[in-house]
């Protein structure tokens, strides 16, 4: 991730969600992230854009409860579509879930969203490299990319993200990519 350093932090207590749906946009669509590149501009133009983002998804649930794995995953589609992939949500399958699908999206350059809690699923955060048992993890309220291990993700021990055990993943539904014409 090469954006403007300071930009990249939620502008409120409940758009972490569509801040990591702007970022992970900005991975997918580089014409659509041009403007985090710019330092000048990038921090009134991500707030903005985190504004427009969750009144889009959000148009049925409220707002003040956060952005819903369906609405991140209909926010990242929005964007992942010029690279022909469409996003899915799926559950954290306890400690036996492999992340399989998940770290070879992220091994890809596709960026995963991850929805975390404590005891009730609260924050999400962003996945956006892998390699050698560290995943780089975006983390929307400091706007800092941080290390993770896989091992800390599958067992629900995350640190530095504010909260521990993923409960649910936004990732690229292998089906659904788009064949080349």
Same mark, same amino acid.
């Given at each position: 991730?090469?954006?403007?350093?300071?930009?990249?932090?939620?502008?409120?207590?409940?758009?972490?969600?569509?801040?990591?749906?702007?970022?992970?946009?900005?991975?997918?669509?580089?014409?659509?992230?041009?403007?985090?590149r710019?330092?000048?501009?990038?921090?009134?133009?991500?707030?903005?854009?985190?504004?427009?983002?969750?009144?889009?998804?959000?148009?049925?649930?409220?707002?003040?409860?956060g952005?819903?794995?369906?609405?991140?995953?209909?926010?990242?589609?929005?964007?992942?579509?010029?690279?022909?992939?469409?996003?899915?949500?799926?559950?954290?399958?306890?400690?036996?879930?492999?992340?399989?699908?998940?770290?070879?999206?992220?091994?890809?350059?596709?960026? =995963?969203? =991850?929805?975390?809690?404590?005891?009730?699923?609260r924050?999400?955060?962003?996945?956006?490299?892998?390699g050698?048992?560290?995943?780089?993890?975006?983390?929307?309220?400091?706007?800092?990319?941080?290390?993770?291990? =896989?091992?800390?993700?599958?067992?629900?021990?995350?640190?530095?993200?504010?909260?521990?055990?993923?409960?649910?993943?936004?990732?690229?539904?292998?089906?659904?990519?788009?064949v080349?014409?």
């Amino acid at each position: 991730m090469k954006f403007a350093v300071g930009a990249l932090r939620q502008r409120d207590g409940i758009t972490c969600g569509p801040a990591v749906a702007v970022v992970a946009g900005a991975m997918l669509d580089a014409e659509y992230g041009s403007m985090l590149r710019d330092a000048g501009a990038a921090g009134a133009w991500f707030a903005g854009e985190q504004q427009r983002v969750h009144a889009q998804v959000n148009a049925v649930w409220p707002r003040r409860l956060g952005t819903t794995p369906a609405g991140m995953a209909r926010a990242l589609t929005e964007r992942a579509r010029v690279c022909g992939l469409r996003y899915r949500w799926r559950c954290r399958r306890g400690r036996c879930d492999r992340l399989t699908d998940v770290l070879a999206a992220v091994g890809e350059g596709r960026p =995963v969203a =991850v929805l975390i809690g404590r005891v009730v699923p609260r924050h999400w955060v962003l996945l956006v490299e892998a390699g050698g048992g560290t995943l780089r993890c975006y983390e929307p309220s400091s706007g800092v990319t941080r290390s993770v291990s =896989v091992d800390a993700l599958r067992h629900g021990r995350l640190t530095g993200l504010g909260f521990p055990r993923a409960f649910a993943f936004v990732l690229p539904s292998c089906a659904t990519r788009a064949v080349a014409a």
